[in-house]
């Protein structure tokens, strides 16, 4: 997740976004290691507080909480993307705790 988030931080479209955390130092570093290729070291520079921005994770209950708690006022539908292959049963156990099944 951390390369993930790295790589969008380092496109120009997401340093308003970095701005408005009052990360934009941060774009400036990852858009300078993107222009020299430099993809892993990108993702060293993505901290907890940086991660726990822009991605929820930990347990499925936890993952689960922390989506109602930061979306369920504003949001009836959602899609769980992860750039790694996650494991089936923890994506329902997510899915169940979502739908209260849990």
């Known amino acids: 997740?951390?390369?993930?988030?790295?790589?969008?931080?380092?496109?120009p479209a997401y340093r308003p976004v970095l701005d408005m955390h009052g990360w934009?130092?941060?774009h400036e570093r990852l858009n300078q290691l993107s222009r020299?290729?430099?993809?892993?070291e990108m993702g060293t520079l993505i901290t907890d507080d940086v991660l726990d921005a822009f991605a929820v994770s930990g347990s499925p209950a936890h993952v689960a909480a922390t989506i109602k708690q930061r979306f369920g006022d504003v949001i009836d539908r959602i899609s769980i993307y992860a750039p790694?292959?996650?494991d089936p049963a923890e994506l329902r156990a997510v899915t169940?705790?979502?739908r209260g099944q849990q």
Do not use: H, V
């Open 24 to 26: 934009g130092e941060l």
């Open 84 to 86: 790694y292959a996650p």
């Open 36 to 40: 020299r290729q430099e993809w892993a």
């Open 1 to 11: 997740m951390r390369a993930q988030i790295a790589f969008y931080g380092s496109t």
């Open 96 to 98: 169940a705790a979502l």
